[in-house]
């Protein structure tokens, strides 16, 4: 009998174990947070998942009026395929509101590199754990999701993802409001974009691999207008000045 009891207990300090080295989800696990240009915009890239964005500019949403304001900082997480820190620099960003920095400090749990905003080389399990961030966020932006959809939208072999963090404060991001980020330079084809952030209670607010954002060839984004070149508005200065000569002309007569 008392061995039975001393494996009862040896057996549920282990699972006690197991359960403390898994992942820590958030219970509510809110996926508000949208990326797009515009965020839910309808139009997806791989099925009915995935929003495309341009390579220079993106909006974060906070999805749902009712959803509470968030905490500085808010986390902008990206994805380059087959680069690493020594590889890629992530480019500076600016915002409608607020500041935004590459790095910054390491909070929520996660660690990256508080210069170049490098965490590591992305090859399993999802980015939230990947980064290390607690609560944890929405499991579908895994390698297996990424490197699916990269090589479905944009042709490109991911064996791996180089993940860089940027830290936005400021913004006041809360319930149906949008931050633009606007990149100093063009992101690489096939990124992907997600954000984290969390409120006063320590819930964490993230997105999902449906309305993640990623990089294409096309560029993405709003048509931009067209600008006439110089040889074309010199003929069309030209016909203008002939007509009005012409009409003068039948006037005098």
């Known amino acids: 009998m008392k061995s039975l009891i001393t494996f ?23 996926a508000v947070l949208h990326i797009g240009n515009p965020p839910n915009s309808g139009t997806y890239l791989y099925g009915s998942e995935v929003q495309e964005i341009a390579p220079n500019f993106l909006q974060i949403l906070e999805n749902g009026n009712g959803q509470p304001t968030l905490l500085d900082p808010l986390l902008l997480i990206i994805g380059v395929p087959n680069k690493t820190g020594a590889t890629f620099t992530a480019p500076a960003i600016t915002l409608s509101s607020g500041t935004g920095v590459v790095g910054g400090t390491n909070v929520f749990s996660g660690t990256w590199d508080e210069t170049t905003g490098y965490a590591g080389y992305f090859t399993e399990d999802d980015v939230y754990d990947f980064i290390g961030l607690i609560p944890s966020g929405n499991a579908s932006n895994n390698f297996v999701n990424w490197h699916d959809a990269d090589l479905a939208v944009n042709g490109i072999e991911a ?95």
């Not at 984004?221 to 200065?237: I, K, R, W």
């Open 159 to 253: 064996n791996g993802f180089g993940i860089f963090v940027y830290s936005l404060t400021g913004t006041g991001i809360t319930g149906g409001s949008i931050v633009d980020v606007t990149f100093a330079s063009d992101l690489m084809e096939g990124t992907f974009a997600i954000a984290y952030g969390q409120d006063e209670r320590g819930h964490s607010f993230t997105t999902p691999f449906t309305e993640s954002g990623l990089t294409t060839e096309d560029g993405g984004g709003p048509p931009q207008e067209q600008v006439p070149e110089p040889a074309t508005v010199l003929l069309l200065g030209g016909g203008l000045l002939g007509m009005a000569f012409f009409g003068r002309s039948r006037i005098r007569k």
């Open 8 to 30: 009862v207990a040896m057996l549920l300090l282990s699972l006690g174990m197991v359960v403390q080295a898994a992942p820590t989800p958030d219970p509510l696990d809110p």
